[in-house]
């Protein structure tokens, strides 16, 4: 089976996964076995919060400009019903 055809290959019973090769430090993942951790689960949870944190800061990046013009617009003009505010 040629290797694109491998690498969109999911296992069976495990919806929208695919299974990758990783490179590990020998020691933590013998560890890791004999603590019987679910080496999957933690790689995907960790992958999941790095993705996540680098999408915040490049969505931060891209906005910078308009949220930087939001807040001056708010501080020249103050909130609409400012007035009526309770806190």
């Known amino acids: 089976m040629p ?30 076995k004999l603590l019987e951790i679910n080496i999957s ?11 996540r944190c680098a999408q915040e800061r490049q969505w931060r990046e891209e906005h910078t400009d308009f949220v930087a013009a939001y807040n001056a617009t708010l501080a020249a003009e103050v909130l609409p019903l400012d007035e009526w505010r309770s806190f």
């Open 41 to 51: 689960q933690v790689c995907d949870r960790s992958l999941r919060e790095v993705v």
């Open 3 to 32: 290797a694109t055809q491998s690498a969109r290959r999911t296992r069976k019973g495990s919806p929208g996964k695919r299974a990758v090769n990783l490179s590990l430090s020998s020691d933590l993942l013998d560890a890791a």
